[in-house]
């Protein structure tokens, strides 16, 4: 009975959950889908990301059959010559592209060859968990696969972005890891940093603990082992030296959608605990047992609370920082592979009860989601998810989330940067809740919980440091205090 073998069995379930869902998936577009659909057909048409006329006109002849918008061409041109190349880097459509060829070759959707690409790394992954993973009991290994499935790791499977392609790499690299295989361990984390520089912090910690063994245990034979290390880890810098080479800067998302001066408490807590998008909202009690490992002074936990720390302040340079997502935030997306390195050895170690008790609260916190997640649109992003509504609606006083998310949740609308209105509110078909307003003497936008009698009011009178502000129908207005004599 034992040779039923369990974890293949598991497998095969999770392979024929895949299936339902790529036949139910609503196939469409989603962010910057357009751009890397551009880069797929160039590296089909000539193994290059330089996007040519034959590459547009390719882009276009898809548009009937299959949705996509005729928009820009997300382009940007180059001195050393050449059609134009895309602002994000290549290496997610590289991995598409093989699905792209089978699916023209026969006359299917083109637009589907991300939700394959992105279900083929959902499969790898759960592989590598179950049946590549020998330094964890088969237990462990199959309970760690109900815990990756009952996660959000579904989310962004029909996401035309490198999302799962982060996730998974990120996943398998810090598995390998694990299982003390440092070479694949190294190049597998590198190359998640592809798309998404901030998951360059992994590889470069484990660089940094092989420079410690090399300086505390020196021989020839690591100091080997550290050079080829060395050179695996090199692979963070392809996409640098790429854009480098073609325009004389390292990222042209970089230059133009980062700034360091908005990074702050506020942004890179919201990653953690705002109620739309945030980690904790989403994984809560892989988020509790990260916290209760700390406190065990585990070194894996305290690694991964630093690490996911540190994608948060990178991540929070971007500039929108309400951009298309599906539920959980992109940035925080791929914080849970860290987040469940955490707590590797603590799986290892706890009972069959312990497990099951876990993976039940997993679940039961998770499937809500789940369901959810199934019901949301692309354009959900500009709306207040249900955990948000309902503080707004009893306590609006202790939801403040960051200017940009509250604009464009409140109005439903994306904003250009720098372009939103400068003022809104929130109401609940009967009250303002909350407005927020721009404060033009000081430079930034304030919060106000008001709840006057009804839409219909004509003004709320708020004071605010030498300045009196009215929120009324046609706008708000402003003028200095009388100083009392």
Same mark, same amino acid.
């Given at each position: 009975?034992?040779?039923?073998?369990?974890?293949?069995?598991?497998?095969? #379930?999770?392979?024929?959950?895949?299936?339902?869902?790529?036949?139910?998936?609503?196939?469409?577009? +989603?962010? *910057?889908?357009?751009?890397?659909?551009?880069?797929?057909? !160039?590296?089909?048409?000539?193994?290059?990301?330089?996007?040519?006329?034959?590459?547009?006109? @390719?882009?276009?002849?898809?548009?009937?059959?299959?949705?996509?918008?005729?928009?820009?061409? &997300?382009?940007?041109?180059?001195?050393?010559?050449?059609?134009?190349?895309?602002?994000?880097?290549?290496?997610?459509?590289?991995?598409?592209?093989?699905?792209?060829?089978?699916?023209?070759?026969?006359?299917?959707?083109?637009?589907?060859?991300?939700?394959?690409?992105?279900?083929?790394?959902?499969?790898?992954?759960?592989?590598?968990?179950?049946?590549?993973?020998?330094?964890?009991? @088969?237990?462990?290994?199959?309970?760690?696969?109900?815990?990756?499935?009952?996660?959000?790791?579904?989310?962004?499977?029909?996401?035309?972005?490198?999302? %799962?392609?982060?996730?998974?790499?990120?996943?398998?690299?810090?598995?390998?890891? +694990?299982?003390?295989?440092?070479?694949?361990?190294?190049?597998?984390?590198?190359?998640?940093?592809?798309?998404?520089?901030?998951?360059?912090? %992994?590889?470069?910690?484990?660089?940094?603990?092989?420079?410690?063994?090399?300086?505390?245990?020196?021989?020839?034979?690591?100091?080997?082992?550290?050079?080829?290390?060395?050179?695996?880890?090199?692979? %963070?810098?392809?996409?640098?030296?790429?854009?480098?080479?073609?325009?004389?800067?390292?990222?042209?998302?970089?230059?133009?959608?980062?700034?360091?001066?908005?990074?702050?408490?506020?942004?890179?807590?919201?990653?953690?605990?705002?109620?739309?998008?945030?980690?904790?909202?989403?994984?809560?009690?892989?988020?509790?047992?990260?916290?209760?490992?700390?406190?065990?002074?585990?070194?894996?936990?305290?690694?991964?609370?630093?690490?996911?720390?540190?994608?948060?302040?990178?991540?929070?340079?971007?500039?929108?920082?309400?951009?298309?997502?599906? #539920?959980?935030?992109?940035?925080?997306?791929?914080?849970?592979?860290?987040?469940? &390195?955490?707590?590797? *050895?603590?799986? $290892?170690?706890?009972?069959?009860?312990?497990?099951? %008790?876990?993976?039940?609260?997993?679940?039961?916190?998770?499937?809500?989601?789940?369901?959810?997640?199934?019901?949301? !649109?692309?354009?959900?992003?500009?709306?207040? $998810?249900? #955990?948000?509504?309902?503080?707004?609606?009893?306590?609006?006083?202790?939801?403040?989330?960051?200017?940009?998310?509250?604009?464009?949740?409140?109005?439903?609308?994306?904003?250009?940067?720098?372009?939103?209105?400068?003022?809104?509110?929130?109401?609940?078909?009967?009250?303002?809740?909350?407005?927020?307003?721009?404060?033009?003497?000081?430079?930034?936008?304030?919060?106000?919980?008001?709840?006057?009698?009804?839409? !219909?009011?004509?003004?709320?009178?708020?004071?605010?440091?030498?300045?009196?502000?009215?929120?009324?129908?046609?706008?708000?207005?402003?003028?200095?205090?009388?100083?009392?004599?």
């Amino acid at each position: 009975m034992q040779n039923l073998n369990i974890p293949r069995l598991t497998f095969l #379930l999770i392979i024929l959950l895949a299936a339902i869902l790529l036949n139910n998936t609503n196939y469409q577009l +989603y962010g *910057d889908g357009s751009e890397y659909f551009q880069m797929i057909i !160039s590296l089909k048409n000539h193994l290059s990301p330089d996007l040519r006329l034959e590459d547009k006109l @390719e882009y276009i002849a898809n548009f009937p059959g299959c949705g996509i918008p005729l928009n820009a061409y &997300f382009t940007a041109l180059s001195d050393r010559g050449g059609g134009g190349f895309c602002w994000h880097f290549w290496a997610y459509p590289l991995i598409c592209t093989p699905v792209y060829i089978i699916l023209k070759f026969l006359h299917l959707n083109p637009v589907m060859t991300f939700t394959i690409t992105n279900m083929l790394l959902i499969l790898l992954l759960f592989w590598w968990i179950l049946f590549n993973n020998k330094a964890m009991s @088969e237990k462990t290994r199959l309970f760690l696969a109900g815990i990756t499935l009952f996660s959000p790791l579904w989310f962004y499977y029909p996401w035309t972005h490198p999302e %799962v392609f982060t996730f998974v790499l990120l996943y398998i690299g810090l598995l390998e890891y +694990y299982n003390k295989r440092k070479y694949s361990a190294v190049f597998l984390t590198a190359v998640s940093s592809l798309q998404n520089p901030a998951a360059a912090v %992994v590889p470069f910690f484990m660089m940094l603990y092989e420079i410690y063994l090399l300086i505390k245990d020196y021989s020839i034979k690591r100091l080997k082992e550290f050079a080829l290390l060395t050179i695996l880890s090199t692979t %963070v810098f392809i996409p640098y030296i790429f854009y480098y080479y073609y325009f004389g800067k390292f990222s042209l998302i970089g230059e133009y959608s980062t700034n360091l001066h908005t990074i702050s408490f506020a942004k890179i807590a919201s990653l953690f605990t705002d109620l739309n998008f945030g980690l904790a909202i989403y994984v809560p009690v892989l988020c509790v047992l990260v916290l209760y490992r700390i406190f065990k002074r585990d070194k894996y936990a305290i690694l991964a609370a630093i690490t996911v720390f540190l994608f948060a302040v990178i991540d929070a340079a971007q500039l929108n920082w309400n951009p298309g997502i599906m #539920l959980i935030h992109r940035y925080s997306y791929w914080m849970i592979p860290v987040l469940i &390195f955490g707590c590797f *050895d603590y799986f $290892q170690k706890i009972s069959l009860k312990s497990k099951f %008790v876990i993976l039940l609260l997993t679940i039961i916190t998770i499937t809500p989601w789940l369901f959810y997640s199934s019901t949301v !649109s692309a354009k959900h992003s500009t709306k207040f $998810q249900p #955990l948000a509504q309902i503080a707004l609606n009893t306590f609006p006083q202790l939801y403040n989330p960051q200017e940009e998310v509250f604009i464009e949740r409140c109005t439903g609308n994306e904003f250009a940067i720098n372009k939103q209105p400068e003022s809104c509110s929130y109401n609940n078909g009967r009250k303002i809740l909350k407005t927020i307003f721009y404060d033009a003497e000081n430079k930034k936008y304030l919060y106000i919980n008001s709840a006057p009698a009804s839409l !219909s009011e004509i003004k709320i009178k708020i004071r605010h440091k030498n300045y009196i502000y009215y929120i009324g129908i046609n706008g708000i207005t402003k003028e200095k205090r009388r100083k009392n004599k």
